[in-house]
């Protein structure tokens, strides 16, 4: 059933499952606004991009999202290296509420742990695809909805870059150079966008406690995450809470002001 009503704002979010992407989730809706959630939820089967050893998310857990927020929360099952899928994502948003007013790209995957040289070509497609053409494909099928909507002014896409996409990290070659490429993205279509009143960001979240810093872990044969809290001046892991306060802000009207630019959201991130 459509809802055309503008007395709230619409966001379109990757990656929405869990981690940094759910959190998202849950700020947004706490500042009432209405969310397709978007994720692929590959879990361990074969739909996981080739190279990704770890767990995504599953289907119980976008379940479980929707569960806490019924009424604000529209779940879509869409790969982003899909981009015919991520457009009918962003098509269902419009029929349901008539509007778009932000999109969030949180979809990511991490894969390293070997010298570039060494690093499988497999490898490298797999983050390229996801991390980086998931972001551009998501830019793609939603920001021509903000400009054709009633308010294209309030409109803000943000992609989830990493500390990655400002300092090169050891053993994640491939993995930094798609994260530069986001923050790259970001900031050409920051300036495409010049004069429509949509804006770009990105924010880059240092180490945060969520599934892919224990994936990260295990890239670099640690026990387990608290060891990355060195590595930040905070001497603490940050919560994907956190970070998702920051994108929020950065999806509301307020948050133009970083349009083109890339929010360092890392703790004080010191490689």
Not at 36 to 50: E, F, H, I, M, Y
Not at 122 to 129: D, K, N
Not at 134 to 139: E, I, L, R, Y
Not at 192 to 221: K, N
Request: charged content about 15%; proline content about 5%; some cysteine.
């Amino acid at each position: 059933m459509s809802d055309q009503s503008t007395g709230f704002r619409v966001a379109l979010v990757t990656g929405a499952a869990r981690g940094i992407g759910a959190a998202v989730v849950r700020a947004l809706c706490a500042r009432g606004y209405r969310v397709v959630a978007v994720d692929s939820c590959a879990a361990d089967g074969p739909d996981r991009p080739a190279g990704v050893t770890y767990p995504l998310a599953a289907m119980g857990d976008l379940e479980s999202l929707v569960s806490d927020h019924p009424d604000a929360v529209v779940p879509y099952i869409a790969d982003v290296r899909d981009r015919e899928a991520l457009a009918g994502a962003a098509a269902m948003a419009m029929d349901r509420f008539g509007r778009m007013d932000a999109a969030v790209a949180a979809a990511a995957v991490m894969l390293g742990g070997l010298p570039l040289w060494e690093t499988p070509a497999a490898h490298v497609s797999t983050l390229w695809e996801t991390d980086v053409l998931g972001v551009w494909n998501t830019a793609a099928v939603c920001v021509p909805h903000m400009l054709a909507g009633p308010e294209p002014g309030g409109c803000r896409f943000v992609a989830v870059a990493s500390a990655a996409g400002s300092h090169g990290l050891f053993r994640l070659a491939a993995y930094t150079m798609a994260k530069h490429a986001v923050v790259g993205l970001v900031r050409g279509l920051a300036a495409d966008l010049v004069g429509t009143g949509v804006t770009a960001a990105a924010v880059s979240p240092g180490s945060t406690r969520t599934p892919m810093l224990t994936a990260t872990a295990e890239v670099y044969g640690l026990d387990g995450v608290d060891d990355f809290a060195r590595s930040q001046l905070l001497r603490r892991l940050i919560d994907p809470a956190e970070i998702a306060e920051t994108i929020a802000f950065c999806c509301s009207r307020e948050g133009g002001v970083v349009n083109g630019s890339v929010v360092s959201a890392d703790g004080g991130f010191t490689p």
